[in-house]
């Protein structure tokens, strides 16, 4: 039983449940403690770009082909686009079947400013991506200087270093999610405080919707892709459990990319693919914001009695397909790619994204769990597919979460 509260995990969890309970009964104290989970957020951010630049630089380094660099990240873009329009299209088709925007009043709700997210669309691009996201930044830099030490004779020395660095990192990034629980309770407590448990029923039906069609894709389209290479979806959430709870508790996915991207090492992938797939991913491989924002945009046409057409079907889809892969890195990208989207294709009013601000906040944790779920899978099954994967390892890693579960349970 002692062990119980030693365990991060069970702390994370304690301060959801309060930061829920203090956001409902004393919602000004609970939206002061808002700052717990930005910090929280902020700091950890520090590590994910340093990370990105030690894990990929040593990961091509030690690759010795460099074709084999290309053909992973060629793999890895091939992956993240059929599986984001497959999320896309079911997004689609659950939302044209379930129509949860038939008979919500829009004069019952009230409008929310959304002129900061119309002007982000009117700039939003390819290039304005590339040089407001640091991520892809790094990205870039890290990919050209492992190349540079994969072909430098002399990058031992330089290596070695780069190893020290890398294992000082983590250390100090382990001694910053000990304060997770702090960051979870600040998100939650905030988020609950901020906009209430009622702002949530007028809209209820599309956030039951949402979050069961992210459910729906985790189990069945990523367990499915996990199972090809005999892996269970069950055991791969129990092992990154700790990280899904501060995922929840902060709404960012970023609170804990640092972390997976060290279990996904811990648990056979190879350092190079985890390097390659993660960070790429982020910013690619958004699966649950794909989702919402096919279903957003099918929502608001329902609100609307706005009738699409195949044809307009089609555009607004790939629109998506372009539009979504913008969705990280940038302050409301969300909703700055809803609007870009409906702007594009001039149907429905873009006025309707002031009913989805209220709820917003509500379902980012599904969006954000499914998105770090989603790129845990890409780099598994990437990992598999090169050959790059040590399945002794997964297995010590799976059964050891499973002792040290059972042993809390005792």
Known sequence: ???????????????????????????????????????????????????????????????????????????????????????????????????????????????????????????????????????????????????????????????????FASKYVFKALHLVMLFAPLGALGGIAYTIGKFGIATMIPLAKLMITVYVTMALFIFIVLGAILKYHKISILNFLNYIKEELLIVLGTSSSESALPSLMEKLEKMGCSKSVVGLVVPAGYSFNLDGTTIYLSMAILFLAQVYNIDLSWTQMGTIIGVLMITSKGAAGVTGSGFIVLASTLSAVKVIPIEGLALLLGVDRFMSEARSITNFIGNGVATIFLANNENEFERLKMEIAFTKEVYEYEKHEI
């Open 1 to 163: 039983m002692k062990k119980v509260f030693t365990n991060l995990t069970t702390w994370v969890l304690i301060a959801i449940l309060l930061g829920a309970i203090l956001g409902h009964f004393l919602p000004e104290t609970a939206i002061q403690l808002q700052p717990l989970g930005t910090y929280f957020i902020n700091i950890v951010k520090v590590f994910i770009n340093p990370i990105i630049f030690l894990t990929i630089s040593l990961g091509i380094s030690g690759m010795g082909s460099l074709k084999k660099v290309g053909r992973v990240g060629g793999k890895a873009l091939l992956y993240f686009e059929i599986v984001t329009t497959l999320a896309l299209l079911i997004g689609v088709v659950v939302t044209w079947i379930i129509q949860p925007g038939i008979g919500i009043e829009t004069i019952s709700l009230q409008p929310a400013k959304i002129s900061k997210y119309t002007t982000g669309a009117e700039t939003f691009g390819l290039w304005n991506f590339i040089k407001s996201n640091l991520t892809i930044q790094v990205l870039l830099f890290s990919i050209l200087f492992g190349t540079f030490l994969n072909k430098y004779k002399h990058s031992d020395r330089i290596k070695k270093y780069l190893s």
